[in-house]
């Protein structure tokens, strides 16, 4: 598996959590990195994107002010710091290597999701 997350887990609304992936062969330094989620019964949907520099950043509406995207080209992660965690961010969520950084449906690789379950 070329990109590995990691870090899911069970926590309670408010709590914070930090989810990674890794880019295990080095091949996607140069490409924006998106965070995508799916909850039970809907359909995945953006959630962040970074560029390959690492200075532009994006977010969808319900997380932004509370989730952080960033990247470490030395370690070749990228990681996803959530806050103010709610039951509905509740997710499978999958990182992925994209073509374009303002295209979210233009996606080259998906990554093994991890699990994030908020409780109330």
């Known amino acids: 598996v070329q990109l590995q997350a990691s870090g899911g887990g069970l926590v309670q609304a408010g709590d914070p959590l930090g989810i990674s992936c890794a880019d295990s062969?080095?091949?996607?330094?140069?490409?924006?990195m998106a965070w995508f989620r799916q909850a039970p019964g809907k359909e995945r949907e953006f959630v962040s994107v970074i560029s390959k520099s690492g200075t532009t950043t994006s977010y969808a509406d319900s997380v932004k002010g509370r989730f952080t995207t960033s990247r470490d080209t030395a370690k070749n992660t990228v990681t996803l710091q959530m806050s103010s965690l709610r039951p509905e961010d509740t997710a499978i969520y999958y990182c992925?290597?994209?073509?374009?950084?303002?295209?979210?449906?233009?996606?080259?690789?998906w990554g093994q999701g991890t699990q994030v379950t908020v409780s109330s």
């Open positions: 062969k080095r091949t996607f330094v140069n490409y924006p």
């Open positions: 992925a290597v994209l073509l374009d950084f303002s295209n979210y449906n233009d996606v080259y690789l």
